[in-house]
Structures are given as structure tokens and as C-alpha cells.
């Protein structure tokens, strides 16, 4: 069973910077896309950053020059390097994953996974 473990959320003062990991275990065939989403209260749940198999990254305009997303393929690992941290970045963050689970027997299937959430407070 594909697991995702979350780390290093916690608080900080805004123009901090924190660091997130999130590893992905368990019967995992092939990853196509490891990514970040954060949930503010009150507010829908939104992408933050995401990068595929092959290195291409995507982010949105509110953390563009601030957060860096990066994986390290061996370790089945994705992290979201936060600098410059505002109070609007306050929020549950997410991690997500897009994969292929190899099953019992050979057969394979897509698989969408979300992680339990781990919260980031920023600070005046």
C-alpha cells in the first residue's frame, strides 16, 4: 500500500523560511508527479507547486521566486523549499502524488494520493 509521510511544517515569522518533505512509500511502480497544494482557513484547498518525473516545475504566482519545489528520485521524496515567508502563506499544506501502484500480480493502476496535511503558521 503507497504511503506519503509529511515533515517540517511548523511556525515561523514572517521573511523566514521553513522547508518541507514529503516521502512516498509502499508498492510504487513509476511516479509521474509529486506535488504541493495548501488549504488556508476558510479558503479552497489551492496548488502551490508541482514537478514531474523529468524535473519540470510549476508554481503559482503567489510563491514564484520564493518557494522552490525539487525531488530526489532514489528516496521517492519531494520538498518545498519556503523562503521569504509571507502571513498569506499561512495554511495546511498538502503533499500530493500522482503515480502508477504496481499490484499484487504484476498489473499496475494510476494512482492519485494526498497526504495527511502538515500546517504552517507565519507570524508577524
Known amino acids: 500500500q503507497v504511503q506519503l509521510v509529511e515533515s517540517g511544517g511548523g511556525l515561523m515569522q514572517a521573511g523566514g523560511s521553513l522547508r518541507l518533505s514529503c516521502a512516498a512509500s509502499?508498492?510504487?511502480?513509476?511516479?509521474?508527479?509529486m506535488g504541493w497544494y495548501r488549504q488556508a482557513p476558510g479558503k479552497q484547498r489551492e496548488l502551490v507547486a508541482t514537478?514531474?518525473?523529468?524535473?519540470?516545475?510549476n508554481y503559482a504566482d503567489s510563491v514564484k521566486g520564493r518557494f522552490t519545489i525539487s525531488r530526489d528520485n532514489a528516496k521517492n521524496t519531494v520538498y518545498l523549499q519556503m523562503n521569504s515567508l509571507k502571513l498569506e502563506d499561512t495554511a495546511v499544506y498538502y503533499c500530493?502524488?500522482?503515480?502508477?501502484?504496481?499490484?499484487?500480480?504484476?498489473?499496475?493502476?494510476?494512482?492519485?494520493?494526498w497526504g495527511q496535511g502538515t500546517l504552517v503558521t507565519v507570524s508577524s
Open positions: 514537478i514531474t518525473s523529468r524535473g519540470s516545475t
Open positions: 509502499g508498492g510504487i511502480f513509476s511516479i509521474n508527479a
Open positions: 500530493n502524488l500522482d503515480a502508477t501502484e504496481l499490484l499484487p500480480g504484476g498489473t499496475h493502476r494510476l494512482l492519485e494520493l
